[in-house]
C-alpha cells in the first residue's frame, strides 16, 4: 500500500489501542493511518478531527465530499480521489461536475449554487492564499459563519491528508485508477490494504 515505509509488522500497545478504536469506526485500519500510526498520539488527533470534518461538520454531506476533492485535485492525491470520488457523486453531485474537477476545469454544478460557491472560495484559499471580499460575502451568506470556520478545517484537514499521502507514496487500492492522466502515475507495489483490530 505504501512505498517509502515499510508495512507495520508489529503495533505497541498504544498503537494497537489506536487502530482498533479507528477500525470500530471505520471498519478497518487502512491507508493513511497506516502512516498516521507511526506517531500515534498525532494519529488519534488527525483521526478525530477528519471524522468531524466528514460525518459532522454543519457543512451539507455533498459539500463535504466536494471539499475533500478539491484539495485532493489542488494536491493530486489520487488515493483521496478514488476513495471519495462515488460518495461526492451520491450525496448529490453530478458526476459531470466531478469529472471537469479531475480535469483540473471549472465545475458546472448546474442549479446547486452553493456548490459553485464553495468550490470557488476553496480555490481562492488554496491557490490564492486568500479570498476576496466578493466570494468571502457569498461564502458567508451561504454557509454561515460556522459553515465556513467549517470548510476551512475541512480544507486544512483534507491538505494535510493531501500531503501525507503524496509524500509517502499511499498508492490507490487494486483496480483504482488514474483520476490524473497529468500526473505521475501509481508506483507499482503489492498493497497493505489494512490492519486487523489487534484483539484478532
Not at 470534518?53 to 488515493?79: Q, T, V
Amino acid at each position: 500500500m505504501h512505498v517509502r515505509l515499510s508495512p507495520l509488522e508489529e503495533l505497541t500497545a498504544r498503537q494497537a489501542e489506536i487502530s482498533e478504536r479507528i477500525a470500530s469506526r471505520r471498519g478497518g485500519t487502512r491507508g493513511p493511518f497506516l502512516i498516521w500510526l507511526r506517531s500515534p498520539e498525532l494519529c488519534e488527533r488527525v483521526e478525530a478531527l477528519g471524522a468531524f470534518c466528514r460525518f459532522e461538520s454543519s457543512l451539507p454531506l455533498r459539500l463535504r465530499e466536494l471539499s475533500l476533492l478539491i484539495a485532493a485535485r489542488h494536491f493530486d492525491a489520487a488515493y483521496s480521489w478514488n476513495a471519495h470520488a462515488d460518495k461526492a457523486v451520491e450525496a448529490g453531485l453530478p458526476a459531470e461536475s466531478i469529472e471537469q474537477l479531475a480535469r483540473n476545469e471549472v465545475p458546472d454544478f448546474g442549479d446547486d449554487e452553493d456548490a459553485a460557491i464553495l468550490h470557488r472560495f476553496a480555490t481562492e484559499v488554496l491557490r490564492d492564499h486568500f479570498v476576496s471580499d466578493e466570494t468571502f460575502a457569498a461564502g458567508l451568506a451561504a454557509f454561515g459563519e460556522q459553515g465556513l470556520v467549517d470548510l476551512i478545517g475541512s480544507l486544512g484537514n483534507y491538505s494535510m491528508l493531501a500531503m501525507l499521502l503524496n509524500t509517502f507514496q499511499v498508492d490507490p487500492k487494486p483496480g483504482w485508477t488514474d483520476p490524473y492522466p497529468d500526473v505521475r502515475g501509481f508506483a507499482k507495489i503489492e498493497p497493505q490494504t489494512s490492519l486487523k483490530p489487534a484483539s484478532a
